[in-house]
């Protein structure tokens, strides 16, 4: 079997765990999401009664407060919200239904029809009130038959709520011990996975992988020291490592057959350092200007001996070349041009040869055009040094008048300079201006949103208050209904009947408190109205400020613009100027360089004539014998005088 086989029956195996955890865990999801839907619907209902009994105890406060009412539009809003009550019972009682299980649909049907008597009841109680008096809407509810039958309804209700509340906690519980098995198996099937896994990686990674590894790599270790006696194990395996063994068989016998190269090689490295140092002799003897050094010993082979005399054959053709070079470079130094390089030679020595040849026949033609022009120097160099002192007269002068405007120019910038810095912080300080007149409109903008804001929030107040004047008015009369309820008790209801007192009491303290902060408030509300129109103003005051800011800016930037522009050009023209002058500054340094190199130029061609009629080109005869007289050609240095003086507006005189 492969490595890799092998490799992917591990996988396989834990692949198959994976499988087996996945299928747990989907089956535990699904249970889980059962009894979860089975513990919110009995959280549900339990709420729903809850709300159920707060419902049947809102329309037994609003029939309480039509018996307390004093006329029926008086009871009118108690009325309403038993009308209101009642309405949300059905509703809920209809939500209710879908929820409740077949063991508990009795109880329910049972509190369905208790609540149409109690809304039978209770709905003649509020016609009572609203539309006859609730002097007789009294007489019809307020009695014990009616608290008894509200009594027992209520009773139902808590049964059925109790039941199931009792769901609740069963379920709870159920769920409780289903997570702690699930996830005790869960566990346990990972454990076990992960262990085979394990197990079964560890054989295949020691036996079957890592200990035929080492093996294999310490015998490759001792071929690559030279033994190649060793033997090669897991040769015959049917595996990657079985070929990696048959790999190193073939390296082992590659080494055996270099061994058998190298004693062959041996024998002929030894003859080729004996020829190395034969011609490392024959080229150090040449390094030295000796090319008399020949290789004369007989290597018994062919291809050695041909080299050995392709090195001489060198060392040959260096020589002779070298010779001729020397004898004509030898007739040079003595002043002698008429010699040239003779033989016949091929390669680099033939285009030596031609190099030499044209080179002594260019320096006697360059010899004799450098007498002509020597003699024509020496006749006009008189002439060049009186332009040359002229020139350098006239540019002293311009040089001075070119620093005298430059200097009034650096004067003028730097002006112009200070004008546009002025120019440019008075923008600034502008530019700031208006940025703090927008923060001012900005934040007087803010101010007058919170104005309007401040005047919104007294309006909700005074909501607030009124909504404070009909609590104290609902408190009252609940505490009326509360001494009226203490009466019906006698002596036993008489401490009630004092702290229904103070509650009316306190309830008419609350009215007149909230009498006095609505006052208050309106007062409030008609300076804030006071203080959004001071605000207003002063915010259309800002923008006009604004407007007139932004035109001083415009104009502020203009001027600093324009002063830029004009310092900018008072920049080039200045440096135009510096230009200008440093030129005329280094043309009279040249024109003094000139002067004295004309004067040295005079007494140097006389030199150089001299020098000049040590050397023969033809005939034997020197220089001076030979181009002995004198061109009539136009002067140079005169020619040049001329275009200078043109150059600066002078004048030349003709010849």
């Given at each position: 079997?492969?490595?890799?086989?092998?490799?992917?029956?591990?996988?396989?195996?834990?692949?198959?765990?994976?499988?087996?955890?996945?299928?747990?865990?989907?089956?535990?999801?699904?249970?889980?999401?059962?009894?979860?839907?089975?513990?919110?619907?009995?959280?549900?209902?339990?709420?729903?009664?809850?709300?159920?009994?707060?419902?049947?105890?809102?329309?037994?406060?609003?029939?309480?407060?039509?018996?307390?009412?004093?006329?029926?539009?008086?009871?009118?809003?108690?009325?309403?919200?038993?009308?209101?009550?009642?309405?949300?019972?059905?509703?809920?009682?209809?939500?209710?239904?879908?929820?409740?299980?077949?063991?508990?649909?009795?109880?329910?049907?049972?509190?369905?029809?208790?609540?149409?008597?109690?809304?039978?009841?209770?709905?003649?109680?509020?016609?009572?009130?609203?539309?006859?008096?609730?002097?007789?809407?009294?007489?019809?509810?307020?009695?014990?038959?009616?608290?008894?039958?509200?009594?027992?309804?209520?009773?139902?209700?808590?049964?059925?709520?109790?039941?199931?509340?009792?769901?609740?906690?069963?379920?709870?519980?159920?769920?409780?011990?289903?997570?702690?098995?699930?996830?005790?198996?869960?566990?346990?099937?990972?454990?076990?996975?992960?262990?085979?896994?394990?197990?079964?990686?560890?054989?295949?990674?020691?036996?079957?992988?890592?200990?035929?590894?080492?093996?294999?790599?310490?015998?490759?270790?001792?071929?690559?020291?030279?033994?190649?006696?060793?033997?090669?194990?897991?040769?015959?395996?049917?595996?990657?490592?079985?070929?990696?063994?048959?790999?190193?068989?073939?390296?082992?016998?590659?080494?055996?057959?270099?061994?058998?190269?190298?004693?062959?090689?041996?024998?002929?490295?030894?003859?080729?350092?004996?020829?190395?140092?034969?011609?490392?002799?024959?080229?150090?003897?040449?390094?030295?200007?000796?090319?008399?050094?020949?290789?004369?010993?007989?290597?018994?082979?062919?291809?050695?001996?041909?080299?050995?005399?392709?090195?001489?054959?060198?060392?040959?053709?260096?020589?002779?070349?070298?010779?001729?070079?020397?004898?004509?470079?030898?007739?040079?130094?003595?002043?002698?041009?008429?010699?040239?390089?003779?033989?016949?030679?091929?390669?680099?020595?033939?285009?030596?040869?031609?190099?030499?040849?044209?080179?002594?026949?260019?320096?006697?033609?360059?010899?004799?055009?450098?007498?002509?022009?020597?003699?024509?120097?020496?006749?006009?160099?008189?002439?060049?040094?009186?332009?040359?002192?002229?020139?350098?007269?006239?540019?002293?002068?311009?040089?001075?008048?070119?620093?005298?405007?430059?200097?009034?120019?650096?004067?003028?910038?730097?002006?112009?300079?200070?004008?546009?810095?002025?120019?440019?912080?008075?923008?600034?300080?502008?530019?700031?201006?208006?940025?703090?007149?927008?923060?001012?409109?900005?934040?007087?903008?803010?101010?007058?949103?919170?104005?309007?804001?401040?005047?919104?929030?007294?309006?909700?107040?005074?909501?607030?208050?009124?909504?404070?004047?009909?609590?104290?008015?609902?408190?009252?009369?609940?505490?009326?209904?509360?001494?009226?309820?203490?009466?019906?008790?006698?002596?036993?209801?008489?401490?009630?009947?004092?702290?229904?007192?103070?509650?009316?009491?306190?309830?008419?303290?609350?009215?007149?408190?909230?009498?006095?902060?609505?006052?208050?408030?309106?007062?409030?509300?008609?300076?804030?109205?006071?203080?959004?129109?001071?605000?207003?103003?002063?915010?259309?005051?800002l923008d006009t400020i604004q407007a007139h800011v932004v035109h001083i800016n415009e104009h502020v930037h203009s001027i600093a613009s324009a002063a830029g522009e004009q310092s900018t050009g008072l920049s080039e023209i200045n440096t135009a100027m510096n230009q200008m002058d440093q030129v005329t500054q280094r043309n009279a340094a040249m024109v003094e360089e000139t002067t004295a190199a004309t004067?040295?130029?005079?007494?140097?061609?006389?030199?150089?004539?001299?020098?000049?009629?040590?050397?023969?080109?033809?005939?034997?005869?020197?220089?001076?014998e030979a181009d002995d007289y004198s061109a009539s050609v136009p002067s140079p240095a005169r020619v040049l005088g001329q275009r200078v003086a043109g150059a600066f507006g002078g004048v030349v005189a003709a010849e």
């Amino acid at each position: 079997m492969k490595i890799g086989s092998k490799i992917y029956a591990i996988v396989g195996l834990m692949g198959l765990v994976a499988v087996a955890i996945g299928g747990m865990a989907v089956y535990t999801l699904n249970e889980y999401n059962a009894r979860l839907a089975a513990l919110e619907n009995a959280s549900e209902r339990a709420y729903l009664g809850e709300r159920l009994n707060r419902y049947v105890t809102a329309v037994v406060m609003d029939a309480r407060g039509i018996y307390a009412s004093s006329s029926t539009e008086q009871a009118e809003q108690f009325g309403e919200g038993i009308y209101r009550s009642l309405d949300r019972m059905d509703a809920l009682l209809e939500q209710w239904r879908p929820l409740v299980d077949a063991e508990g649909l009795a109880d329910f049907n049972a509190v369905v029809d208790r609540s149409a008597e109690f809304r039978a009841f209770r709905a003649e109680t509020a016609r009572l009130g609203t539309e006859v008096s609730p002097a007789e809407a009294n007489i019809q509810g307020n009695n014990e038959q009616n608290r008894a039958n509200r009594k027992a309804f209520q009773a139902e209700i808590d049964a059925v709520v109790n039941r199931d509340q009792q769901i609740l906690a069963d379920v709870k519980v159920d769920l409780a011990s289903f997570q702690t098995r699930m996830a005790i198996l869960i566990g346990s099937v990972v454990l076990v996975g992960l262990a085979a896994g394990a197990g079964a990686a560890a054989y295949i990674g020691t036996a079957q992988l890592s200990r035929p590894i080492r093996g294999l790599t310490g015998t490759m270790k001792m071929l690559a020291e030279g033994n190649l006696e060793a033997d090669i194990p897991f040769a015959g395996r049917k595996d990657e490592i079985g070929e990696m063994a048959k790999a190193v068989e073939v390296f082992k016998q590659n080494a055996l057959k270099v061994r058998e190269l190298n004693a062959q090689e041996a024998a002929l490295q030894a003859k080729s350092a004996d020829l190395q140092t034969s011609i490392a002799e024959v080229v150090a003897s040449a390094v030295r200007g000796n090319f008399d050094r020949r290789i004369t010993k007989d290597y018994q082979d062919a291809d050695l001996n041909r080299f050995a005399a392709s090195v001489n054959e060198l060392v040959t053709s260096v020589d002779t070349g070298i010779a001729e070079v020397r004898r004509v470079v030898a007739s040079l130094a003595e002043g002698d041009l008429t010699q040239s390089m003779n033989g016949n030679f091929q390669g680099a020595f033939e285009e030596l040869q031609h190099n030499v040849n044209s080179t002594m026949q260019t320096l006697r033609s360059v010899l004799r055009d450098v007498r002509i022009t020597s003699d024509t120097i020496g006749s006009n160099t008189v002439e060049l040094r009186s332009a040359a002192d002229d020139l350098s007269r006239r540019t002293e002068q311009q040089a001075a008048s070119l620093e005298e405007t430059s200097a009034a120019l650096d004067e003028i910038t730097a002006t112009v300079r200070e004008s546009t810095d002025r120019a440019q912080e008075a923008s600034r300080m502008v530019d700031e201006a208006r940025r703090s007149t927008e923060q001012s409109t900005k934040v007087v903008a803010e101010a007058v949103s919170a104005m309007s804001r401040i005047e919104q929030a007294s309006g909700e107040i005074g909501q607030i208050i009124s909504l404070i004047d009909e609590i104290a008015f609902q408190t009252n009369l609940l505490a009326l209904n509360a001494g009226v309820e203490a009466a019906r008790a006698g002596e036993a209801g008489r401490g009630f009947a004092v702290v229904a007192q103070e509650v009316r009491e306190l309830a008419q303290r609350s009215a007149t408190a909230a009498k006095d902060i609505k006052d208050l408030i309106t007062k409030s509300g008609e300076e804030v109205s006071t203080g959004v129109r001071l605000v207003t103003a002063t915010g259309e005051a800002l923008d006009t400020i604004q407007a007139h800011v932004v035109h001083i800016n415009e104009h502020v930037h203009s001027i600093a613009s324009a002063a830029g522009e004009q310092s900018t050009g008072l920049s080039e023209i200045n440096t135009a100027m510096n230009q200008m002058d440093q030129v005329t500054q280094r043309n009279a340094a040249m024109v003094e360089e000139t002067t004295a190199a004309t004067h040295r130029l005079s007494s140097e061609s006389a030199s150089l004539t001299q020098l000049i009629s040590h050397f023969k080109v033809e005939g034997g005869a020197s220089v001076r014998e030979a181009d002995d007289y004198s061109a009539s050609v136009p002067s140079p240095a005169r020619v040049l005088g001329q275009r200078v003086a043109g150059a600066f507006g002078g004048v030349v005189a003709a010849e």
